[in-house]
């Protein structure tokens, strides 16, 4: 992999996100919560953020993501859409989702 | 601070002292433990399964060089069982084809690999070793071939600072995901080679820049993360996040420490995991509760809002620079002996001979 061959990943609606090999969501016991596990890191998401990631399967896209949070949270898919997307475009620049 | 202590997150085992390598830069001790002293393969599988019980989520698995352990895949896999993430910091010299396939199928989760120079001569002085520099690509290609995600560590200092750019480029031809630019913490051998090892302003401050240009340049291409040069600073870093608060180390003979240099503080004394349990070190051990939370401060840290933030710093960089380990780390600007860091820095870049390294070695420091 040449450094020609590589690009920053650009989210769309149609974009497939899913957890990095590298990364896993799991449950912990001993604190009763969700953590991913990353090389260097430990991260605590937050509620939303959870439910955002539960649905990173490489099935749902973005445009899934969003009518299924939409509908979990009675809310409109305009309001929370470009949350969802920064979400998403930010974790994948960090190198914890490929679109 | 009244926080009800939480388990540790993360654990660093260094399972040997023996390196192929002697680094000058090394945060080992400078005593550094025989083989004979080393926890058997059932004492760390005890010890990983009780750490695993205690809460940690992340083991990185270092040394000295830790494929050195013929039982490293043993680790692997009863961590990964466990559900704990796994992460081998090697120097990448020396290791036997087939390796990193076995430790990959036992569940290995990612591999650090460092790096000491961005071009063959380099990586050979500073870790005195013929031929290092192609063993340890040999090894990038290995892993990256085999799927396992890599970071390239890259520790800095007046030998290699000028080949910042060329690590970036390193990095990327390798197919890293994450490049280490990680300035010397002055602990260790780095300390005693601290006048050989020190680089100079100028070049620190383009250094800062280059590396910044390259992390906007490079968004989701490739990760740069920068570890500061302490000795320049104005805040100094949270070491270990705090001490003993989200994380701590074991040495090859199963001493547990709140970090590397802890060691060189006279005035506390360590357990070994086998003379009493994790559990009761990380809660009950005297060394651990000596500097945790913020109660142990002085002034200016007591009354600074930055304590919570940095935790009054590197309890070993107070101890080495201003002598006494309760002190405010003197890498802070509101340190009373702050001002010491830029005559050390003066001291070592006026020695005349910058290749006059103490390499690291086993019985002679
Ligand atoms: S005074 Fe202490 S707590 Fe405040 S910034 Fe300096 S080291 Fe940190
Ligand atoms: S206390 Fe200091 S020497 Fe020790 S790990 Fe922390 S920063 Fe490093």
């Not at chain 2, 036992?106 to 002085?125: C, M, N, R, W, Y």
């Not at chain 2, 009493?276 to 200016?300: H, Y």
């Not at chain 2, 780390?329 to 001291?347: F, K, V």
Request: proline share 5%.
């Amino acid at each position: 992999m040449g450094s020609s061959s590589r690009q920053r990943a650009i989210l769309s609606e149609q974009s497939r996100p899913h957890l990095k090999r590298y990364v896993r969501l799991q449950y912990d016991p001993v604190r009763g919560a969700w953590a991913v596990l990353s090389p260097e890191r430990v991260f605590w998401p937050d509620e939303v953020s959870l439910d955002i990631l539960k649905l990173c399967d490489g099935r749902h896209t973005v445009f899934q993501i969003v009518d299924e949070l939409a509908g979990q949270y009675d809310a409109a898919r305009e309001d929370i859409a470009p949350d969802v997307e920064q979400f998403l475009q930010e974790w994948s620049d960090r190198f914890l989702v490929t679109l | 601070m009244s926080d009800a202590l939480l388990p540790p997150i993360g654990m660093l085992a260094e399972l040997t002292h023996r390196c192929p390598l002697q680094c000058v830069y090394c945060s080992n001790p400078l005593e550094l433990l025989k083989a004979d002293k080393e926890l058997s393969t059932e004492a760390w599988l005890a010890l990983f399964e009780e750490a695993a019980d205690l809460g940690v989520l992340q083991i990185h698995l270092s040394g000295g060089e830790p494929t050195l352990r013929p039982d490293l895949e043993q680790f692997v896999s009863c961590l990964a069982r466990r559900g704990v993430y796994t992460n081998l910091i090697t120097a990448g010299v020396g290791i036997a084809e087939g390796r990193i396939e076995r430790l990959r199928d036992a569940g290995l989760d990612h591999v650090q690999l460092s790096i000491q120079g961005a071009h063959a001569p380099t990586t050979e002085k500073i870790g005195n070793n013929r031929g290092a520099h192609e063993k340890k690509l040999e090894t990038a290609r290995r892993v990256v071939e085999l799927g396992l995600p890599l970071t390239i560590n890259a520790p800095i200092h007046r030998h290699n600072i000028e080949e910042v750019p060329a690590f970036i480029d390193l990095a990327l031809s390798l197919g890293a995901e994450r490049l280490e630019i990680a300035n010397v913490q002055y602990a260790g051998w780095a300390l005693l080679n601290r006048n050989a090892l020190m680089p100079g302003r100028e070049a620190v401050e383009r250094q800062v820049e280059i590396v910044e240009e390259a992390q906007s340049r490079l968004r989701g291409i490739l990760a740069i993360d920068f570890v500061a040069p302490d000795y320049f600073a104005i805040y100094p870093k949270a070491c270990m996040g705090g001490w003993a608060r989200d994380a701590f180390m074991v040495a090859p003979d199963g001493t547990a420490l709140p970090c590397h240099a802890a060691g060189t503080i006279p005035t506390l004394h360590f357990e070994r995991f086998g003379d009493r349990s994790l559990t009761d070190i990380w809660v009950n051990s005297p060394a651990f509760n000596a500097f945790r939370g913020d109660g142990w401060m002085l002034e200016p840290c007591r009354s600074c809002e930055r304590r919570e933030v940095d935790w009054g710093g590197c309890r070993c960089q107070a101890m080495a620079i201003a002598g006494d380990a309760a002190a405010t780390d003197p890498a802070c600007i509101r340190s009373p002996l702050h001002s010491r860091m830029a005559t050390l820095i003066g001291e070592a870049n006026s020695v005349s001979d910058a290749d006059d390294f103490r390499y690291r070695r086993i019985g002679r420091a």
